[in-house]
Structures are given as C-alpha cells and as structure tokens.
C-alpha cells in the first residue's frame, strides 16, 4: 500500500487519481499515522507556503514519522513543496526547519524572472535514475512554484531544469525521490514517473 499523506496541504486526489491512471491501484489517501506506519512507501505532496506545511505535518503526528519511516528504508516520494520540505532549512518568508532528509536549502528563485514558474519546462537527466525509467531526457514536466531546493551535495539531482538559473527538478537520496514538478499534471510521462516509483516501492 502506498500512503498519499494528508495533512491538508496537497492535492491529494489528483495525486491518487495520477497513481490510478499510471495502473496503481493501492494509492491511498490518509491522515492516519497508523496506516503511514505500516505502508510500503509513502507520499508526500504539498501546495503553499512551507510554514505552514511544516507546522500541520507536526500537528497531523507525521514529521518524526515520516523520518523514522525513511530511516527504516521505505521509499518516500515528495511533489512540488513536498520536495522543498526535505531540506534541512527553508528562508520562505523566514527561516524554518525542514525533515533534513536532503541536505540544503530552499530558496527562492532569483530576482528578476516571474514568479511564481507556471507551466511546462524541460528536464535534463545528469544521472540514471528508477524513478526516469522510461522517461526521455530532455522531457516536458509541469512546475508552479516560486521556491527551489538548492542541495548541498549535487550528486543527489536526478533531473535539472532552468527558470533564470538551472534548479533541482528532481533528487534521489537513498529510499527518498523528490519531484518539483506535478507528475500528475504531466501527461504521460508525468504518469510514468508514479508507475516508476510505485515499482521502487516494490522493489
């Protein structure tokens, strides 16, 4: 069973209802740390600002847990702010801890170009990856956002794009996969990334 995380801060049926139509029926919608504790990977998406986030994930009982879960080796996916809430601190109209399963920095885009980013943007692979399995390089994904994960190690960005600066589109660490973009707003390549990683979590 993949748990998509609810803590009110995602959108969480286009998020299952991708992971349906990528052919992956066990995709499950919950706020229950009972059921994030015993599924076989997890999901973690999120739409706004990242204080918020952080703080209704304590509340919902999910930040140490989803730690302990990674720590455990389950594979974990994060969309968009989801992705941003790994690094170890975000300057998002402040300053505030992230779960520190990627080591960095949220910042936000460079002045001078529009903010947020909204609409398709190519993708450049550096590295394989399970998680492009399938996937051209150089492929189209769906991004809005305003902030990106700036990484302390490199090596860990499995997919590059640019909006004024090249930025992290994609990271792999160990069990953990990060997206920026909407995978379930990317067509058909965008439903391969979720197959693929459903296929992670199976092993």
Known sequence: MIAIIDYGMGNLRSVQKGF??????????????????RADALVLPGVGAFRDAA???????MWDLVRERVA?????L?????MQLFVDTSFEDGE???????????????AGVKVPHIGWNTVEQPRPSRLFAGVP????????????VVPKDESCIIGRAE??????????????????FHPEKSSEMGLRVLANFAACAKG
């Open 20 to 37: 349906e139509h990528a052919g992956v029926r066990d995709a499950v919608v919950t706020a229950d740390p009972r059921e994030v504790a």
């Open 55 to 61: 703080s209704n994930l304590r509340a919902a009982g």
């Open 72 to 76: 455990a080796g389950v594979p974990l």
């Open 78 to 82: 994060g969309i968009c702010l989801g």
């Open 96 to 110: 505030w801890e992230g779960l520190g399963l990627v080591h960095g920095t949220c910042e936000r885009l460079p």
């Open 137 to 148: 390089d150089g492929t189209a994904f769906y991004f809005v956002h305003s902030y990106r």
């Open 163 to 180: 909006h004024g600066v090249p930025f992290a589109a994609a990271v792999e660490s160990g069990s953990v996969f990060g997206v920026q």
